[in-house]
């Protein structure tokens, strides 16, 4: 149960987006700038950090919402559970193996990264763009994660819902929203 009155038929941010727009709408635009505008790091890529940041911190519905945005544009559920149980062995590519060592390292505290960390990514390629947007996309999420599991929101267990979600992000984005009530126009 929410620690506080939320939409009792909004998941998860939403039902906290629904609670306060004004705070939403730049909430929004950041994921949709960092996830789903164009850039050098794939929108799949730049997904999997989303997903493995919020499974660090243990937010059942970041993870699988981002999760399925990811399997969406990669075409498969398989990747991202790999990448959630040991990305080391996961069938991506070096630099984003890279990449998520520091957005684990993000996770774990912004101090805790590493120059050997920044220069292994780099020796695989990684720009700095794509560094700056790993550090931020991991650092938002650890947000958004403590925002969606602190106000306790309502985390439903469907899978067809979280697919439903992963479609409408990968193809549409984040400013407008995934999940909306039965009363909405």
Not at 23 to 47: C, F, V, Y
Not at 87 to 110: T, W
Not at 160 to 185: D, F, R, V, W
Request: with cysteine; charged share 20%.
């Amino acid at each position: 149960m929410p620690h506080i009155k939320l939409s009792d038929e909004l998941p998860g941010i939403s039902a906290a987006f629904a609670f306060r727009p004004e705070t939403a709408k730049p909430m929004r635009e950041l994921a949709h700038i960092l996830l789903h505008e164009p850039n050098s790091l794939a929108p799949g890529e730049r997904e999997l950090v989303a997903t493995y940041v919020s499974s660090l911190n243990d937010c059942y519905f970041c993870q699988t919402s981002h999760g399925a945005a990811a399997a969406c544009h990669l075409g498969s559920t398989d990747t991202v559970k790999q990448v959630h149980a040991d990305f080391e062995k996961a069938p991506i590519s070096e630099k984003l193996k890279r990449l998520l060592v520091i957005a684990g390292q993000v996770q774990r505290g912004g101090k805790n990264v590493t120059s050997s960390a920044v220069a292994d990514a780099r020796n695989e390629g990684a720009t700095d763009m794509e560094i700056h947007d790993t550090v931020l996309i991991a650092a938002a999420f650890c947000m958004y994660n403590r925002y969606v599991d602190g106000l306790a929101t309502w985390q439903p267990r469907e899978e067809s819902m979280y697919a439903q979600m992963g479609e409408h992000l990968a193809h549409e984005g984040y400013k407008t929203p995934s999940i909306k009530p039965t009363n909405a126009e």
